[in-house]
């Protein structure tokens, strides 16, 4: 029997051309899946009935499902544990900051990058995700409230590293933008990678707005490797090259992502040093304070160092933001996602 055709995983030019159908055809299925999130094929009721008995027989639609929600008492945030068709799980993050509406995704189940301060890590890598489970995500989270219009933002920043999954991550976006489909603008999407300097050097090549983070968390090699082992295949001087040929090659923001970390690389010193690395490069610096994993010794600085960290690079020339904690009690916020089972002890 030929493998299931996963719908999801297709644009609307596509399922045209997979089913034979005619464009027209093609963008109906797309916006039944993608804008109205319709999974059921006998719920498309302006397709034949052939060809809803063909999707029903053919393809295999929703590929992840929701098995756990968590809501955080303090905070409001949500973080979803999803299935997907094998049985793997990735954790999703939806988070509200006033009318602001951002969905954190997984690219990876799993990641190998294994960064000391963050828990997807010990998970080890598992496999990809595909652009439908990427997709997906996105859908089911759109269908926890209604968001009255608004438009929400798309960060890359769940588990896994993007740019070790790169074409599957760009196929994801460009679905996300469709306008058969969410029509997410580019500027509301953000990839965040560990530094990969090939994928930056791709990214910087494609025809989009689409944000750029570049998680640096230390301002010299020997610190960095320690933090971040990719360091040791793409060292910074590699990573601030590929960044600065990136805001040179296009108008869109790149952001340095920065996890503060007690007695670390919080001191004003470490804030000189970074202000020296990213010198000359249009962009901003997001602070965030570190967040417990259990088994890891990592911290964060009190309220006052981290403020005094973000005035050290303000009186630099750096824009600097310092991020609130949101998820922190659900071990929803950066660095806690993980792959696991309902029967997980955390």
């Known amino acids: 029997m030929s493998p299931r055709i996963a719908l999801t995983d297709l644009s609307a030019e596509e399922i045209a051309r997979t089913f034979n159908l005619q464009p027209y055809q093609g963008r109906q299925i797309f916006a039944w899946l993608h804008r109205r999130r319709v999974f059921d094929f006998d719920a498309m009721t302006d397709l034949s009935k052939d060809l809803r008995e063909r999707l029903h027989a053919e393809c295999l639609a929703p590929q992840i ?62 496999r990809q995700c595909t ?42 976006i460009r679905l996300l933008m469709a306008k058969e489909g969410l029509g997410i603008g580019a500027r509301r999407i953000t990839v965040s990678t560990a530094g990969d300097v090939p994928g930056i050097g791709r ?45 040179s090659s296009a108008d869109r923001l790149l952001s340095f992502e920065w996890v503060l970390m007690q007695g670390i690389n919080d001191s004003e010193d470490d804030a000189e040093e970074l202000a020296t690395l990213i010198a000359g490069v249009k962009s901003v610096v997001n602070l965030i304070p570190c967040n417990p994993v259990d088994g890891k010794p990592y911290k964060a600085p009190s309220p006052s160092v981290c403020a005094a960290f973000q005035a050290a ?20 916020a950066c660095g806690q996602l993980r792959a696991r089972k309902l029967y997980d002890s955390r």
């Open 203 to 247: 990214f910087a090549q494609e025809g989009w707005q689409v944000r750029l983070a570049i998680s640096l968390h230390a301002a010299n090699d020997r610190l960095r490797s320690r933090l971040v082992p990719l360091n040791r295949r793409y060292p910074l001087a590699a990573i601030m090259e590929a960044a600065r040929r990136y805001a």
């Open 131 to 172: 652009p439908g489970e990427i997709v997906e995500q996105v859908l089911h989270l759109l269908d926890l409230e209604d968001l009255a219009g608004r438009v929400p933002n798309i960060v890359y920043m769940g588990m896994g590293e993007p740019f070790q999954n790169y074409d599957t991550v760009a196929k994801s």
């Open 65 to 126: 499902s929701l098995l756990d929600m968590e809501t955080s008492a303090r905070t409001g945030t949500r973080k979803a544990l999803f299935q997907l068709s094998d049985g793997e799980t990735v954790e999703s993050v939806f988070l509200r900051d006033g009318d602001r509406v951002t969905l954190c995704v997984s690219s990876q189940v799993g990641c190998a990058c294994r960064c000391a301060f963050c828990a997807t890590g010990d998970s080890g890598f598992r």
């Open 313 to 332: 690079l303000t009186a630099r020339g750096v824009a600097a933001t310092l991020r609130q904690e949101r998820g922190q009690d659900i071990k929803a």
